[in-house]
């Protein structure tokens, strides 16, 4: 059982940047991948990026590719996503997810999900 909560969201004008934290719980964090993903109102909940249990694989959505990274420090159980030059279309609700298997894109493969971290982009 792994328990995830989120933090780091606000309010940011265009350009601007974030970090979200997702805080995990329990002993295995570091066996599972995590993941970051984002919901707009009124829209499906989409991959932004992930990351092997070991750090050494990462993905990101096309939208987001070298302007957000995700990192991970399994010491601390948590896992992070630095976003910079943000834009209005980046506004959404960010969850984090924990994925027993492999670092996948879609929702349905991941195991654990957060509340959830409301990120609004001001242009």
């Known amino acids: 059982q792994v328990q995830l909560v989120e933090s780091g969201g606000g309010l940011v004008q265009a350009g601007g940047s974030l970090r979200l934290s997702c805080a995990a719980s329990g002993r295995t964090f570091y066996s599972y991948a995590m993941g970051w993903f984002r919901q707009a109102p009124g829209k499906e909940r989409k991959f932004v990026a992930a990351?092997?249990?070991?750090?050494?694989?990462?993905y990101y959505a096309e939208s987001v590719k070298g302007r957000f990274t995700i990192s991970r420090d399994n010491a601390k159980n948590t896992v992070y996503l630095q976003m910079n030059s943000l834009k209005p279309e980046d506004t959404a609700v960010y969850y984090c997810?924990?994925?027993?298997?492999?670092?996948?894109?879609?929702?349905?493969?991941?195991?654990?999900w957060g509340q959830g971290t409301q990120v609004t982009v001001s242009s």
């Open positions: 990351i092997s249990w070991s750090g050494g694989r990462k």
């Open positions: 997810a924990a994925d027993w298997g492999s670092e996948g894109t879609v929702p349905d493969e991941y195991d654990y």
